[in-house]
T-cell receptor
Framework: DAGVTQSPTHLIKTRGQQVTLRCSPK?????VSWYQQALGQGPQFIFQ???????QRGNFPDRFSGHQFPNYSSELNVNALLLGDSALYLC???????????????FGPGTRLTVL | KQEVTQIPAALSVPEGENLVLNCSFT??????LQWFRQDPGKGLTSLLL?????REQTSGRLNASLDKSSGRSTLYIAASQPGDSATYLC??????????FGQGTRLTINP
């Protein structure tokens, strides 16, 4: 059973460019969350997708957008890249509990984005 | 707003020692608390998840405790090994979907 997969592993972009990161959730999971982790910091929540809609969003500008496909895979798009967007981007998948809360989140290996 | 703090930021101990990592959170109305391990440049591996109704969870040499009333959790690692060297993160849900993480404790076990 494949876990959460992310592509690409590493990416180098220049300021002002646009980037798309991809995530495939663990088998049986229908919810995908994206996190940004700057060096030496804990991950920061960007947004979560469920049933192809954004359910909750963290404190990130509109330059960060996402999408979820019918097969539950997801993309994270970042426009007009800034130097400060350099980070490890983590995708997590889960399935909501009956109470609406997200149970254990399983994380992928991440995509390391470097903006020059 | 939920805030999570981990102390210390870094810890270095000789192999074989028992050690405790600390995690505190400001809002005690949590649904659960999760401990993760992260190796350098890698993703997160879930170690233990404690539901709000539980006091502790154990997995091998790891034991996590939860005291909701005081807003604290500890991760106890017994008989530490060099392979335990990693960053350990705790996280709690805020609202139904979002995980709030601490800054992590970078642990080094010296042979």
């Amino acid at each position: 059973d494949a876990g959460v997969t992310q592509s690409p592993t590493h990416l180098i972009k220049t300021r002002g460019q646009q980037v798309t990161l991809r995530c495939s959730p663990k088998s049986g999971h229908d919810t995908v969350s994206w996190y940004q982790q700057a060096l030496g910091q804990g991950p920061q929540f960007i947004f979560q997708y469920y049933e192809e809609e954004e359910r909750q969003r963290g404190n990130f500008p509109d330059r960060f957008s996402g999408h979820q496909f019918p097969n539950y895979s997801s993309e994270l798009n970042v426009n007009a890249l800034l130097l400060g967007d350099s980070a490890l981007y983590l995708c997590a998948s889960s399935t909501p509990t009956s109470g609406g809360y997200t149970d254990t989140q399983y994380f992928g290996p991440g995509t390391r984005l470097t903006v020059l | 707003k939920q805030e999570v703090t981990q102390i210390p930021a870094a810890l270095s101990v000789p192999e074989g020692e028992n050690l405790v990592l600390n995690c505190s959170f400001t809002d005690s109305a949590i649904y659960n608390l999760q401990w993760f391990r992260q190796d350098p440049g890698k993703g997160l591996t879930s170690l233990l998840l404690i539901q709000s109704s539980q006091r502790e969870q154990t997995s091998g040499r790891l034991n996590a405790s939860l005291d909701k009333s005081s807003g604290r959790s500890t991760l106890y690692i017994a008989a530490s090994q060099p392979g335990d060297s990693a960053t350990y993160l705790c996280a709690v849900p805020q609202g139904a979907q979002k995980l709030v993480f601490g800054q992590g404790t970078r642990l080094t076990i010296n042979p």
